[in-house]
């Protein structure tokens, strides 16, 4: 099958994956930051199996970077970000948040420092590109900011570590949770980060040269065929039991950190006038409206992701809407994410949800679901590594 057969167009970019992906089985691609990106190998039950289990590869081109480097980069990134920066360390990662004006969150991307002023922002779906390039204008900052030829990988299981040692050696152990190291693959131009959108151990491989997709997907696969690894894509199963955002569903530009409980990626005390200090401020000293919460809904396996916000109702009352919901074939329970006003967030409050197919009963719980401490994808035993909580 070919990209004229799925009647793709020139207006949506492809990875450099894309060939590679087809011939080990894409049947249909979503659009993510302007690009294909596979979201069916199969049975997408399976593919949460092949996960928890084993090892899956996953392209996720579509995180794309935004690379900004210039002698004030450093001071121009804590810009674009409530979260702390001050001890990032070169060769680390940190989940930040990026806000606008009134605090609404424009992205909640992984962000990789290269060296001392050389970033990488690496992108859920919205278009930061354009934000950065827009804020640098007048902000006086000698900064140069671009999207380069980076397309990532995700190798994401529980033996993606034995992969990874088959391909870089036993020193790949000693990589940290959310730190990066840069590797020449026979040729192959590498940054590999231990990070990934799974709850699960795994690593982020960023190909630096488009034009060696192919060969390093194959290079991969052999490398983890003794180990069970397969082509998949990212699992909804897995990433709603791990209480993971999705942008655009779980979170937009009317949502702030505060709502999702992220308050540790805002340091208001910090000297940088990051933009939306002001508007953080005064919503922690306000308080919020509505929360993000757990749910479990009711009756018979949900037969899919939901497609559409479901409202919340609590004696008669619309509180808030279910933002994304699956079936957990591990804990045999509909769960779901879900913003819903402050007094109906208390664990153990009872609503009802107005699915697709009827109301069911829900019960508000705790999340994430599953691991709450994040001790697969964190602990050394795991990697055979030393651990780190600095993400």
């Not at 934000?131 to 995700?154: F, K, N």
């Amino acid at each position: 099958m070919t990209s004229h057969e799925f009647g793709f167009g020139t207006q949506i970019r492809t990875s450099p994956y894309f060939d590679a992906t087809v011939r080990w089985g894409a049947q249909a691609f979503s659009v993510y930051n302007h690009m294909y990106i596979p979201r069916d190998f199969g049975d997408p039950e399976q593919n949460f199996w092949n996960l928890v289990n084993d090892a899956i590869l996953c392209d996720v081109a579509v995180e794309r970077q935004v690379e900004i480097t210039g002698p004030d980069a450093a001071e121009f990134m804590q810009l674009l970000t409530p979260r702390d920066l001050s001890q990032m360390a070169v060769g680390q990662c940190k989940y930040i948040l990026i806000t606008n004006a009134e605090g609404g969150l424009i992205n909640d991307p992984v962000l990789l420092r290269l060296a001392e002023n050389h970033f990488w922002i690496s992108l859920a779906d919205s278009d930061v590109l354009l934000w950065a390039q827009g804020v640098a204008v007048h902000s006086g900052m000698d900064v140069r900011i671009v999207e380069p030829d980076v397309s990532p990988l995700q190798l994401q299981g529980p033996k993606s570590g034995l992969v990874m040692e088959a391909l870089f050696g036993d020193t790949i152990r000693d990589l940290k949770y959310y730190w990066l190291r840069e590797f020449d693959l026979d040729g192959i131009p590498l940054v590999v980060s231990r990070t990934g959108w799974s709850s699960e151990l795994g690593y982020e491989l960023y190909l630096r040269d488009g034009s060696r997709g192919d060969e390093l997907w194959e290079r991969i696969m052999a490398a983890g065929q003794p180990f069970g690894l397969v082509p998949g894509h990212t699992s909804s199963i897995r990433r709603i039991e791990g209480g993971m955002l999705s942008y655009h569903a779980d979170a937009d530009i009317d949502t702030n950190p505060y709502e999702l409980g992220l308050d540790r990626l805002v340091s208001l005390d910090i000297e940088a006038d990051f933009i939306g200090k002001a508007a953080l401020l005064r919503i922690r000293d306000e308080g919020v409206k509505r929360k993000q919460v757990g749910l479990v809904i009711e009756g018979d396996p949900l037969p899919g992701p939901n497609t559409s916000f479901w409202p919340i109702i609590r004696d008669g009352t619309l509180v808030g809407k279910v933002t994304s919901a699956i079936y957990s074939p591990r804990l045999d329970e509909n769960i779901a994410l879900a913003m819903v006003s402050v007094d109906s967030s208390d664990v153990g409050t009872d609503v009802e949800i107005t699915t697709a197919s009827g109301p069911r009963r829900a019960t508000v719980v705790e999340r994430p679901f599953f691991d709450p401490r994040k001790l697969l994808t964190n602990s050394s035993a795991a990697a055979g590594g030393p651990a780190d909580r600095s993400t």
